[in-house]
């Protein structure tokens, strides 16, 4: 089949500690070929973030933690101390192309709730605009054990699901999915494609590949990582990262198991705001507002003429014509109290009125699905 890299947009890339950290510094000569990798794929007009473990492995050695078992605290000190070290590597890894880094550090609540979701999601995608590779890693020095993600594969399909990326990497330590164990049975078939994850594939994951890939979860979190990015409409892959430039060998055909979605990133999030989303409010616009928004436009706050409804930032509203039809419905970038405030207003108003400014969008064309 025609890899889904050949034409995707964005891509996301989750490395995991053991293929970042040897002896308890970064390896840097793997790191230069990924960042070689980065390049070409800007190269050609593609976007890439990186979902990176590694601070904790990092900090152990610079906090001279020697236990290999260490409590909750002990690791959110070392992630405090190897965070720094981590950035640093890649820093190094891709300045030799002029590529800048910026650093994410994100929780659960950052990508599970739509508030934070949306000011997250706006940050890494102005990031993506002016030409920085964000590396995005789990807040381990704040979060706890009950509110952590636990492993990065997860995070990194929620980050991709974030961006609406076309394609998540997952960089292992084994080549793909396997329906028996191939550290024990050497003729145990591979699983190149995968259209459906169904009850057989989830028992591939959690049976006798459950250690396979290192990590926290092993095959069964990047089964679930799949889950997610796929029904985002991203394309994922699991493949073997520790040979160099392990993204140009996937390009060019190297073994992997591809999981695919059944739709595109865009349509399955316009399918997840119009379906799954209760409406918290609505937005009533006047007939110039609703002729822009079956153009494709975003609705702007000279066009509403009322507010109803107690909705948050990141809320789904129903936008009504001013007879009463639905128009659509979409993702609210202000909360009610603000938006009774700006309606009515031009955009070059918002920031005056309200003190500061989220957009010119009360509710971006993005994030609009037309009824």
Known sequence: MASPLDHAKRIVVKI??????????PARAWLAALADDVAEARGREQRVMIVSSGAIALGRRVLA?????????????AAAAGQAKLIAAYEEALSRHDIPVAQALLTPDDTERRRRWLNARATLETLLDLGAVPIINENDTVATAEIRYGDNDRLAA???????????ILLSDIDGLYERD????????????????????????????TAAGVGSGGMRTKIE????????????AITKGAELNPLA??????RATWFLPHASPQAAYKAWI?????????????DGAAAALRAGKSLLPAGVTRVEGAFEKGDAVRIVSASGGEIGRGLARYDAAEAQRIKGQRSDAIAETLGYAAGAALVHADDLVLS
């Open 158 to 168: 929620r980050a991709a699901q974030m961006i609406s990326a076309d394609v998540l």
């Open 182 to 209: 191939p550290r024990i049975d050497a003729l145990a078939p591979f699983v190149a494609e995968v259209r459906e994850i169904d009850t057989r594939i989830e028992a591939m994951a959690g049976g006798v590949n």
């Open 249 to 254: 060998r996937l390009r060019d055909g190297g």
């Open 65 to 77: 933690m020697t236990p290999r078992a260490i409590p909750l605290d002990w690791k959110q000190a």
């Open 274 to 286: 119009g379906g799954h989303l209760a409406p918290q409010g609505a937005l009533v616009v006047d």
């Open 225 to 236: 990582a799949a889950k997610i990015a796929t029904r985002a409409g991203c394309a994922v």
């Open 16 to 25: 995991g500690s053991a293929l970042l950290v040897r002896d308890g510094q």
